[in-house]
């Protein structure tokens, strides 16, 4: 059973750019891309838990802003040292202007 | 391919050399009984942790055998043999080499003085476990040396509740690298938490029970701890007749003078090409990882060179410290403040360009416009100094 919730405005998000969206005691990164799709992952960075909405996003890349572990935020696929465990990622979909995250 | 030096280097090599392709034996020497291992946390979460810390491994053994490396652990590599080319270990065994990599990295400088035996330092993990006991909560703990280890050192103890004096013979903390500004941030922060620092100091000799300073002060220390910083470990570079220039003397693409011998990491220096060519030796964390990334690629026929801009940070307290390319070479500079009393000055040459970043925040404040200004200083970038200090300026927006 799919379990969307809300997590902002299509317009909380710049695009190439990323927030963080708490939610039910979980934490989670949700990013704009920069052809203006829309994605998510668990908020936290696999290698030491930093919030990787406080990193950098370029282009498909989420730079983590502790040691700057890097991942693909649509497929959540670590890009190597110091990071080797992949991002959990949540199906997205926008609906009247919200940007809606599928936490089952 | 053979390894030596089981660090931060010498553990990214084999996942590189495997990426590029590299079939063949991979054996890995490393003097110390763990598997590689993260030095960053010795003087951080392993000091602060409540419970006795485990090693934060870069290589486990699962890795080890998926990456079907040969590692070899409690050996010290003593000569390489380069007209047979093996390597030669401390027990007399000899393993031969096709290409050859030196990731020694560097030692803790010892004190000079009497009563040194009894200070305390700090590069491993033992170490580390050492230390975390030693400073019990409640006792007296004297840290010679107000560089980086020193004062992360002092955060950790003072956060276990120890009683801290943090000795410095420079006029300020962090003189090498850091600005004023971010240097004086830390110092209150640390005098904030009870930490006692004294500056412009030298130190005369260590008692049973205290550090006598060179105008005859006693500083009582249950604890005395030296952090006066590290020297490239290139003894067996030395042994084998390598060239050495502040360490191991390596070129762009990190070889040293034997064309079948590359080096990285803490141990090497080489010609930086964003700095026009300067010979530089960085003891940073990113930069062993990258170097030896690089090397890797050139030791299965490569041409890479390593022009990543310099990156290093500190974490004391809920401070995070951040610095990218080399602060030192700008002649002039401006300051971007940020939300929560963050700050990041920004460093330009006499043309203009940016050269360097240091910043200061608490948790990740500053983390993305550094990584920004890393960027701009990759470009040779020169922005205009009132954006730069401007905090509404997006500075993504500079580098277009
Ligand atoms: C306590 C501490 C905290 C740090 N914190 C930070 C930080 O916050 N940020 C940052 O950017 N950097 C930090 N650093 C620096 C960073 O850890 C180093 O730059 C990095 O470890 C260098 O990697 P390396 O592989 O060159 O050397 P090392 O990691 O030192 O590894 C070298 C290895 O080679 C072994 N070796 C030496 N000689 C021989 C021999 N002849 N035969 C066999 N083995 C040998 C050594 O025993 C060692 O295990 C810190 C360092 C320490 C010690
Ligand atoms: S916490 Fe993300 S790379 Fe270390």
Redesign the interface.
């Known amino acids: 059973m799919p379990h969307w919730v809300e997590a902002c405005d299509r317009d909380d998000v710049e695009p ?1 750019d990323v927030i963080r969206f708490d939610h039910d005691g979980r934490t989670f990164a949700i990013y704009r891309a920069p052809d203006d799709r829309y994605y998510a992952t668990e908020g936290l960075c696999t290698h030491e838990e ?2 990787l909405a ?3 996003v370029m282009d498909h890349i989420i ?1 983590c ?4 572990g890097r991942f693909d935020y649509r497929t959540g696929a670590a890009q ?3 990071v ?1 465990i992949n991002l959990k990622t949540y199906p997205v979909k926008l609906e009247a202007g919200k940007v809606m995250i599928d936490l089952a | 391919m053979v390894i030596i030096g089981a660090g931060k280097a010498g553990a990214r090599a084999p996942i590189s050399l495997r990426e590029h392709g590299w079939k063949g034996r991979i054996t890995l020497i490393g003097e110390e009984p763990l598997a590689p291992y993260d030095r960053p946390p010795l003087s951080k979460a392993a000091m602060t942790a409540a419970e006795e810390p485990a090693p934060v491994f870069l290589l486990d053994d699962e890795l080890l055998q998926a990456l079907d490396v040969t590692f070899i652990a409690n050996a010290t590599a003593t000569d390489i043999d380069r007209a047979e080319k093996e390597v030669v270990l401390a027990d007399g065994r000899r393993i031969p080499y096709q290409k050859l990599l030196i990731a020694t990295g560097a030692r803790a400088r010892r004190l000079a003085l009497p009563g040194a035996e009894r200070a305390l330092m700090l590069r491993d993990f033992h170490e580390s476990v050492a230390l975390r006991a030693a400073c019990a909560p409640g006792r007296s703990v004297a840290i010679i040396g107000g560089g980086f280890i020193g004062l992360e050192l002092a955060a950790s103890a003072s956060q276990r509740g120890c009683k801290v004096t943090v000795i410095e013979a420079q006029p300020r903390i962090l003189m090498r690298g850091v600005t004023e500004a971010v240097a004086r941030r830390i110092a209150a922060r640390h005098e904030a938490a009870g930490v006692v620092l004294l500056t412009g100091i030298g130190v005369e000799r260590i008692e049973a029970d205290a550090v006598v300073l060179s105008d005859g002060r006693r500083i009582p220390a249950e604890i005395v701890i030296a952090g006066i910083g590290a020297a490239p470990a290139v003894a067996l570079a030395e042994a084998s007749g390598l060239a050495l220039d502040n360490g191991i003397a390596c070129d762009v693409e990190m070889r040293t003078s034997d064309p079948d011998i590359y080096a990285a990491g803490d141990c090497c220096s080489f010609p930086h090409g964003l700095y026009g060519g300067r010979r530089l030796r960085l003891e940073a964390w990113r930069s062993a990882q990258d170097q030896a990334a690089v090397a890797a690629e050139n030791m299965l026929g490569g041409h890479r060179q390593f022009t990543a801009v310099p990156w290093f940070w500190s974490d004391q307290y809920e401070l995070n410290l951040q610095i990218a390319g080399l602060p030192s070479d700008g002649v002039s500079s401006c300051t971007r403040p940020m939300k929560d009393d963050a700050f990041i000055e920004f460093h330009l040459d006499g043309e203009g360009r940016l050269v360097g970043a240091s910043g200061i925040g608490r948790g990740n404040a500053i983390a993305r416009d550094i990584k920004l200004a890393e960027m701009l200083i990759a470009k040779g970038a020169r922005p205009d100094q009132a954006a730069l200090a401007h905090p509404d300026v997006a500075l993504r927006g500079l580098l277009k």
Do not use: F, V
């Not at chain 1, 802003?65 to 700057?68: C, I, L, M, Q, Y």
């Open positions: 190439e930093a919030h406080d990193g950098l730079e802003p502790k040691h700057n190597g040292a110091p080797c």
